[in-house]
């Protein structure tokens, strides 16, 4: 898949499941989908849901709730609960520890500073 296929999923999600004017996955699905289902022991104030992690960026002492999914070496894209963004971010940091870290640092420090201007 590419970045723009993964925008188009996540896209879809923060769309309740409609896609160009037709129901594609039922809203109440992606309703469960984006629930904090269970705690993150290790976490805090994280979640898991179906397939789906939630996480909480503060930005400008402004918190922003995400829900994402995430894949080997920093690859994300990331769903922004109460603003109108999904984030896509592709990398090759495999098998890295510092790959996740690595996509918190590029939203917080370049993407959120250049879109949200409060």
């Known amino acids: 898949m590419t970045s723009l296929d993964y925008a188009k999923y996540a896209q879809l999600y923060k769309n309740k499941g409609l896609w160009n004017g037709k129901q594609i996955l039922s809203p109440d699905w992606v309703e469960k989908t984006l629930t904090h289902q269970i705690q993150i022991p290790e976490r805090e104030n994280q979640f898991y ?4 992690w939630n996480k909480t960026f503060t930005f400008e002492g402004k918190d922003y709730e995400t829900y994402y999914c995430a894949g080997n070496g920093g690859n994300e894209f990331i769903i922004f ?4 963004i999904v984030i ?11 790959g996740h870290a690595q996509a918190d640092k590029i939203v917080l420090d370049y993407v959120l500073p250049s879109i949200i201007k409060e």
């Open 88 to 98: 896509i971010i592709t990398s090759k940091a495999y098998n890295k520890p510092y």
């Open 81 to 84: 609960n109460d603003y109108p």
């Open 49 to 52: 849901g179906y397939l789906f």
